[in-house]
């Protein structure tokens, strides 16, 4: 058996979420056209024949900083180094080099274990910057070309990762009977935190700034419902209003994405119950 912890690592938006996604075929990452929507470090297992893989799924690093919420993604985004034992490279091939690409690929440089690079988005013909990154393969262990959107060439990828991971004793996780959901929890504070701000980047599209937060204040998991109630923070009046909208209708928009979602997950029948608050100083209390 082999086994290990494995990173995801990329700029923001190059798709780490949703091959994670793709890899375990469960929601556990967030996904949604903009980019700082993973802010935290995600960890899921996977488990078959072979062995295990904890997955850690980083958050992209920002070019310019121009916010709190930016400056302490950046952060969190260095956190991971020296505690895996293979690191995967998603690149974009959509979009050219530039300064994030340049800072994770050093960052990626000081990292002393088996390194993939991974060519993304080969769905995609038009634009192509392909070409940019092929300097890149003479620093990588391997390299291998996917759509993480449609699943082109991902068994591949896992099983170059088993190739690179150690041999271990045991297991490092159980997921007897479970799924790989149950081991991130469906009860996450942060994984519901994080739903719900999918929904709201997805609905609101170029309209919202990033910096909106989501804080849980309850939940409640019994066999026939499964209720959530928690609190959107902005950071001033003007957005509270765009996102509560007229007789309350995007917010109650909102909720039904979530949950929507939610019923597939739990097969269970929710509640969400969601607020609206200015609070000019969440990115201090939530990002950690």
Known sequence: MRGGIVAIVGRPNAGKSTLLNQMLQQKVSIISPKPQTTRRLLQAGYQDERGQIIFVDTPGIFAKI?????????????????????VVYLVDKTRGRGIEENRI??????VDVPKILVYNKIDIHKPDYLYEYKVYELEFDDVVSISALKGTHVKTLIAKIFSFLPEIDKPMFDLKNKTALDFLSINSRFFLADLVREKIFIYFRQELP?????EVEEIKDEPELFSLRAKILVLSGKYKGMIIGKQANNLKHIGMMVRKELETITNKKVFVGLTVEVDRHWPERLLI
């Open 66 to 86: 121009e916010d709190t919420v930016s400056a302490r993604v950046n952060k969190l985004a260095l956190g991971w180094q020296n505690q895996v034992d293979v």
């Open 105 to 110: 690929l050093g960052i990626v440089r000081q």
């Open 210 to 214: 990033y910096t909106a937060g989501v």
